[in-house]
């Protein structure tokens, strides 16, 4: 038992570097699928302890004790991470075209693993370092620009949180999170840190978290990060990598929530910290979905959709609620199962077309049936369709925000769930409806590793929107009280009830009846889609009508006052400058004249002279 | 739920037909509202049923594959559960089961099939109509939201039942003065949903001639006129519950529905037609103000 | 073999350096395989030395002649001295190697005789225990390497000597200065009684004798206004000369300067000394890595990121705690390594390319396979990637940084430890990701020292903590000035 | 606490002229020549810090004890230091011959190859 930790959370790397090792087709895929199977196993197994107590493992490295802990609400997000990170073995088996890929997606998994189960800031910021070195390492290969950009922020990020861990290394002296979320504690009497230091932490782990999540400002690095690598991997990049930025903000709660609450008290009844949150998570959930519904490129729409959604877990982790927090780890699952079957569905259309523009895909839905069908319970799910686990998520955290009384967070997320169905049915367009482009006639169905791969996504997005309470049911363990009501098949809050189950039987037998309507009528000849608005004759390709580019024109003329704004050219304005700067300093200090040189000694001496008499 | 109870199958079956027939005739009544304003003396009130028995009558009807007729097959599956989820007067059916938010997402659920079964058709038309119909919606999503939220905020429930009962208690909504506001913002939405004159862009009949249902024929356009007669009885039960505090009987709901019915009439026979970003630029201004400070009133 | 057989670590360099012109007479080929087995030698007595001192836990004290400190010098091999002698032998003997592949400049045997003195100049600077020995050490380690700047008589060697000439000239002659204040003030030459007197002596002699001591010294450890000479130096200095630059000649200063620092603790006005110090070293970090972004030569860009590196340690080094001691001696240790494989990897680049401008560097993934694969596993070592070794000791600077009190100076290092980040990963995707080339054939030796160097790192990546405790050790060595006194035997006279 | 003599006046000074020779003067020649005028200055330095006013050179002959001669340790390191001038000064003429042959000047503002 105590060396299942070590395993489950190296396991994956072990395999990366075998995988490495061995660059041959066959093996590495064998080696890389057993090391991504591994974790899976061994959370199955330890599945009956956690509910009860926790599981530990202790080891000191260059001097710190690195403590790994598996409890209930950490085995949750390692299940998540598991799932999305099976899925991705698949994926990658058909499209991965190296070991290096194999190294770093799975050397990601061991990173995202380990953040989950440690329990003391330095194995934190070690596996976290490591993970986003990994997801680095994964762009890098097929874009540079994109890379630095994703490396920068995430490095600024981690930087603030190791400027933030010192902080409170020197004022608590304790490095692993029991002894500072005691200390912290009972700092709230002894007031060792002040009001501004408590601030300063508070928004270094902020933006730590909130680059990891995509949060408003710093989103800029997920569409192109996204949509560089490779794309299976992507699907557990943005469904289970995204969850450790979250992971973290829920962290911060845990760790200095009493304390923050003591320095910044109530705003409107809401803790302030986490209104600012909220407030984030609303502002990414609006700006993130306008601007995936504007994109032209498959991959950038799915990358921009997939920072709204993390949006809907920030804001729901900011309401503050009890019921809030079970909303959020909801959609931590869902929006993993649903976002990483999206990047598969990707993988496959990219895999089979070699396209990523929408205007050059279209009429798919023949040539790749299964494909297409996990891509529409995808859609179903993404959009919130009842019977769905988006859905239910969604519906959690509608009943959190309003019934805590944060109305405007609420209202963004309907404009944001509204434009997540917008998206959607335009993917559902450009790729599989509308006129064939004569090129794609010849695509085939994806390969059978990609198409299990999606299966398996696409499971536990039907099996928890039909019974949303096994979610709910793990989530009041992992908490210790009962925040969400009802059994397996109807969630029960104390302002609202959902019978997931009912409303499923209800929509099939709504569907028999109007199956009945429609085969008591006449018999149907089928004719084929060409055959429509040239009454007859072929269309032919320059007259293959239908309209992919510029899907939604009249939406992105409505916001063109908005989209003048974009903080992506912002950040490319700051480096340009601090690259300029860098250069001008290094020109006027070191201009090779020896002279000058000297003078520079000259000054330090009259520095130190000074210095003396001062 | 494996000991079915008669008595709600029955009621269900009761429901739904006369769902439909009213549905039909609230159509018939739209038609003939619109031709009296206009002077004429318009079709008579059982016109929609006709259309659809004579199309349901048609010997061949042709269809471009399987997603073309699951599309209005799912769309008309989907209103009648949205309308088993409402408290439709005396008559409890499903309510009990979901909540505000539940049969909100159900309403918007016809949408997807009807898209489904446009794109499916590969006519560059219903396609534009299905670009019209995705943005009407997203521009409405905000002003909608808010006004739910409104009546949620200040009944503290999200449970229809619950919101009636406490309706006929306290009086109706609308007497409220921030769901007074929240009523006006619903009105206008409601006017979007059921695709009238001003926001009829979905189906500009002139420009697109019935956009996605372009395509449709046969008994596909009988399915389809089926599940806009549901979705507007639906629609006026869901306005009425929530705004005119339900009622005790169907004849209380029915006066009511038409009393709705007929503000959207006078309505849609005076506005032209906005074009798309107008009415999105639109729905972003005045209905959201209106909406944030109906909201901001009940928090 | 009692302690006193320790003085061959100064002895044999210095015998072997002169009778390298006797070697030559024998025969001119036989000169550079001499210059190996010396510097094998050297290993040796080092290794011997490092677990003599590791085992016992005892420094190794040598008198000069017999005579007992004060009157006689001493050389005072602690836990630091013994561990970094050893480095010091070790990358000389591998420089050794490097310098048959890479000098071809005709008079070898003054190459040799220079190099060997380099590592004599280091070994002397920090095994010494007398402030004037430390003083001749430093001089014979200045001369030798404006010598050896200048070996390649190419014009830009001889300017980026006479630039390090004229800067080292001045500290030296300031450094001078300090002795003589220090000595008028105190009677004594010897480290360890002028720790015991440093309390009892007038507080502004004492502090601007130690100010121009440290700013002597300073000059020597490439601090912040006072590193103008470096880039160049490093630049224009055969390959293997610079990686002897960067390894070790630059801490060897840094070393002395602490070592100093920490004796005169007594000083009433020592801190305001440690935080001018502090505020150099993080000026030098944050100006030598904005230096490095846009260069267009990677063997200048590295030199610029050793010299922020090294001001990293004299952060760390001039925080005044027992932490921030140990992190400076762990991150020395690592950037050692690292810096020794980094200019290794680039000088074989330089030889095979025939330059070490970004454009050879493009594709190198393809035509030089091994020294791309060191090159890479140097740099992100470098940058700080977790697994690797240099994050350990970053992570230990940081720490103490912050508990010392300077946020200020940890949150300025890690913002120039981002932009460190952009040119390295820069460098690694030109590398690997664009351009091509045929594969070119690889010395297998350097192939193999390459091998050892990433070895190395990973292990002490993986598994800190053997390396830890010998960094604990070795602070504990410079910061517990009273440990130090007492072991030394000191006579009862003096003023 | 050493007594202020008016030998540390003239080597602060030597010192002070030779740093502004380095500083100020463009041939590299003449701040080579400043340099060994500033280490000369260090050497003044030193020998006046061991000097006891009314005392002997430090050489014992009959006449002359321990107690009568100067401090003796400040004169030895002012030996090694001349030579170490000298070994400075050496090295530093060899490379400004280099530089002549290279750059064919002398004047350091031209001397900038390596910059930046």
């Known amino acids: 038992m105590i060396n299942d930790l070590m395993i489950l959370i190296f396991a994956p790397l072990v395999a990366g570097i075998l995988a490495w090792a061995f660059d041959v087709r066959g093996i590495r895929e064998a080696i890389g699928f057993i090391g991504a199977a591994i974790p899976v196993v061994i959370l199955a197994k330890t599945y009956q302890t956690v509910l009860s107590n926790s599981i530990n493992y202790t080891i000191t490295v260059g001097g710190f004790k690195l403590i790994f802990q598996l409890t209930a609400l950490n085995w949750y997000f390692a299940a998540v991470a598991a799932i999305v990170g099976i899925a991705m073995a698949l994926g990658m088996i058909s499209t991965s075209r190296s070991g290096y890929e194999w190294l770093f997606a799975l050397m990601s998994y061991t990173g995202v693993l380990g953040v989950f189960l440690s329990q003391d800031f330095i194995g934190f910021f070690l596996l976290w370092e490591l993970m986003t070195f990994a997801s680095f390492m994964m762009v890098l290969r097929n874009n540079r620009h994109e890379s630095l950009k994703y490396f920068v922020l995430s490095v600024i990020g981690a930087y603030a949180m190791m400027l933030g861990i010192a902080i409170l290394y020197a004022k608590t002296g304790a490095l692993d999170f029991a002894t500072i979320r005691q200390a912290l504690y009972m700092d709230l009497s002894i007031g060792a840190i002040s009001k501004g230091e408590s601030a300063l932490l508070f928004v270094l782990f902020l933006t730590a978290f909130g680059v990891k999540a995509g949060a408003f400002p710093l989103h800029v690095w997920a569409p192109g990060a996204y949509s560089e690598a490779n794309q299976s991997y992507t699907s557990f990049f943005s469904g289970a990598l995204s969850k450790a930025g979250v992971y973290g903000i829920l962290l911060l709660y845990i760790l200095m929530g009493a304390k923050l609450y003591a320095e910044f008290g109530t705003f409107h009844g809401h803790l302030t ?69 999206f990047w598969l569905v990707t993988a496959a259309i990219i895999l089979q077309t070699g396209k990523t523009k929408f205007k050059d895909m279209g009429g798919l839905a023949e040539k790749m049936p299964f494909t297409f069908a996990m891509g529409l319970i995808a859609v179903l799910s993404l959009s919130g369709i009842p019977p769905m686990a988006g859905f239910a998520s969604k519906w959690l955290i509608y009943e959190a925000a309003i019934q805590a009384h944060m109305p405007l967070v609420a209202g963004a997320i309907f404009l944001g769930s509204g434009l997540a169905f917008a998206y959607v049915v335009r993917f559902l367009y450009a790729v599989w409806f509308g006129q064939r482009p004569s090129d794609l006639d010849n695509v085939k169905e994806a390969p059978l590793p990609l198409l299990i791969g999606m299966a398996i996504l696409a499971i536990p997005n039907i099996l928890f929107g039909v019974a949303p309470g096994l979610v709910t049911e793990y989530i009041n363990k992992a908490f210790g009280s009962e925040i969400v009501g009802g059994d397996y098949f109807k969630l029960v809050t104390p302002t609202g009830t959902y019978n997931a189950l009912l409303v499923t039987i209800v929509l099939v037998l709504g569907l028999a009846i109007a199956g009945l309507v429609f085969l008591y009528g006449a018999t149907t000849r089928k004719i084929p889609v060409t055959n429509t608005y040239q009454s007859g004759n072929p269309v032919i390709e320059d007259y293959n009508l239908s309209i992919r580019r510029n899907f939604y024109k009249p939406l992105a003329e409505a916001l063109d006052f908005w989209l003048k704004y974009s903080w992506d050219r912002f950040y490319e304005r700051i480096a340009g400058i601090a690259e300029d700067f860098a250069d001008t300093l290094r020109q006027s200090f070191y201009n090779g004249n020896v002279q000058s040189y000297s003078w520079y000694l000259a000054i330090v001496l009259l520095i130190l002279a000074l210095w003396g008499v001062l | 739920m494996i000991g079915i109870d008669w008595k709600i199958v029955l009621e ?288 | 073999m009692n302690g006193q057989y320790a003085a061959l670590i100064i002895a044999l360099p210095l015998v072997s350096a002169f009778f390298v012109p006797v070697i030559k007479a024998i025969s001119k080929k036989a000169v550079m395989p001499f210059l190996l087995l010396v510097t094998l030698a050297q290993v040796g007595i080092a290794g011997w030395v490092f677990n003599e001192v590791y085992t016992s836990d005892k420094p190794i004290i040598v008198m000069a002649g017999g005579w007992r400190p004060p009157v006689g010098i001493n050389l005072y091999i602690g836990h630091f001295a013994a561990l970094f002698v050893l480095i010091i032998a070790v990358i000389s003997f591998f420089m050794a190697y490097f310098s048959i592949k890479a000098v071809k400049v005709e008079p070898l045997d003054k190459y040799a005789m220079l190099f060997l003195l380099l590592m004599l100049g280091a070994t002397g600077m920090i095994a010494t225990g007398d402030i004037f020995n430390l003083f001749v050490f430093m001089e014979i380690t200045a001369i030798t390497a404006y010598a050896l700047t200048a070996y390649n008589k190419t ?69 912040f206004p006072l590193n103008a000479w470096a880039p160049d130096a490093y630049q224009a200095a055969p390959h293997p000369i610079t990686v002897m630059f960067s390894a070790f000649v630059v801490k060897a200063g840094l070393y002395a300067a602490a070592r100093l620092l920490y004796l005169m603790q007594a000083v009433s006005t020592w801190h305001s000394v440690l935080r001018l110090l502090v505020i150099m070293a993080v000026l030098t970090v944050v100006v030598a890595e904005f230096s490095a972004l846009r260069q267009r030569d990677v063997k200048r860009m590295i030199a610029y990121s050793s010299i922020s590196q090294v001001g990293m340690i004299a952060f760390a080094l001039a925080l005044g705690s027992q932490a ?172 | 606490m050493i007594h202020i003599s008016v030998y540390y006046f003239g080597a602060i000074s030597l010192i002070l002229i030779g740093l502004y020779a380095v500083l100020v003067k463009k041939n590299l020649l003449k701040m080579l020549i400043g340099l060994s005028i500033m280490e000369t200055g260090v050497n003044l330095l030193l020998i006046s810090v061991g000097y006891i006013s009314g005392r002997s050179a430090p050489i014992l002959s009959e006449g002359v004890g321990p107690n009568q001669a100067v401090d003796p340790i400040p004169q030895a390191l002012v030996l090694t230091a001349i030579v170490i001038g000298v070994a400075t000064t050496a090295m530093a003429l060899s490379v400004a011959i280099i530089l002549y042959e290279k750059y064919g000047t002398l004047n350091v503002e031209e001397i900038r190859r390596l910059r930046g």
């Open chain 3, 324 to 495: 921030g001691v140990d992190a400076g001696v762990f991150h020395m240790v690592n950037h050692a390594i690292v810096k020794a494989l980094l200019f290794l990897g680039v000088g074989y680049v330089g030889i095979k390319l025939g330059g070490t401008t970004l454009e050879d560097f493009e594709g190198l993934g393809r035509r030089m396979p091994l020294t791309a694969f060191a090159i890479t596993v140097g740099s992100l070592s470098a940058v700080g990637i977790p697994l690797f070794n240099i994050f350990w000791s970053k992570v230990r600077i940081m720490l103490a940084g912050v508990s010392a009190g300077y946020t200020w100076g940890v949150a300025l290092i890690l913002g120039a430890s981002v932009v460190e980040a952009v040119y390295y990963l820069r460098l690694i995707h030109r590398i690997w990701f664009a351009g091509g080339g045929e594969r070119l054939s690889e010395s297998f030796a350097l192939g193999a020292i390459m091998l050892f160097l990433v070895a190395l790192i990973l292990v002490i990546g993986f598994y800190p903590n053997y390396a830890w405790s010998l960094a604990q050790k070795a602070g504990a060595d410079i910061f517990d000035v009273t440990r130090y006194v007492s072991n030394v035997p000191l006579m009862g006279v003096g003023a």
């Open chain 1, 273 to 341: 910290f986490a209104y600012v949150i909220a407030w984030i998570g609303a502002i990414t959930v609006v700006v993130a979905s306008f601007l995936a519904v504007l994109q032209e490129d498959i991959r950038k729409l799915f990358a921009y959709s997939s920072v709204g959604q993390v949006g809907y877990i920030l804001l729901a982790f900011g309401v503050g609620t009890s019921l809030g927090f079970a909303g959020g780890l909801f959609h931590v699952l869902s929006h993993a199962v649903f976002k990483g079957l």
């Open chain 2, 12 to 299: 269900v079956i009761g429901m739904l037909i006369y769902a439909t027939f009213m549905g039909f005739i609230f159509m018939g009544i739209e038609r003939k509202a619109m031709a009296r304003i206009q002077r004429r003396v318009g079709p008579p009130l059982y016109q929609p049923i006709l259309d659809t028995l004579k199309l349901l009558g048609k010997k061949e009807s042709v269809s471009h594959g399987l997603i073309y007729d699951f599309g209005p097959v799912f769309a008309l599956g989907a209103t009648i559960t949205a309308l088993l989820f409402i408290p439709i007067a005396n008559f409890q059916l499903f309510s009990s089961n979901a909540d505000l938010i539940v049969v909100a997402y159900l309403l918007e659920v016809p949408m997807l099939g009807i898209m489904l079964g446009a794109m499916s058709s590969g006519n560059p038309y219903s396609a534009v109509g299905v670009q019209r119909g995705l943005l009407t919606m997203v521009a409405m999503q905000l002003p909608y939201g808010l006004a739910l939220i409104a009546i949620v905020q200040h009944w503290g429930s999200f449970k229809l039942s619950e919101i009636v009962a406490l309706q006929s208690v306290h009086g109706w909504s609308i007497t409220v003065p921030a769901l007074l506001l929240a009523f006006i913002v619903f009105d206008i939405v409601f006017q979007a949903m059921l695709g009238l004159e001003p926001f009829d862009i979905i189906t500009a009949p002139a420009e697109i001639s019935m956009g996605p249902m372009l395509e449709y024929g046969g008994k596909h356009a009988a399915l389809l006129f089926t599940q806009h007669a549901v979705q507007l009885f639906a629609e006026t039960a869901f306005f009425a519950v929530l705004f005119l505090g339900g009622a005790s009987n169907l004849i209380e709901l029915l006066i009511k529905q038409i009393a709705v019915l007929f503000i959207a009439i006078f309505v849609a026979s005076i506005y032209p037609r906005f074009t798309i970003d107008q009415a999105a630029k639109f729905f972003w201004k005045w209905p959201t103000i209106i909406g944030i400070i109906a909201v901001l009133l009940t928090v």
């Open chain 3, 155 to 223: 014009g830009e060697a001889a300017e980026a000597s006479m630039k390090y000439m004229i800067l080292g000239g001045i500290g030296s002659s300031f450094f001078l200065i300090g002795i003589a204040l220090i000595y008028g003030a105190t009677g004594t030459l010897n480290m360890a009684q002028i720790a015991q007197l440093a309390g009892n002596i007038n507080p502004t002699v004492a502090q601007v004798g130690l100010a121009l001591l440290i700013f002597g010294l300073a000059v020597e450890a490439e601090l």
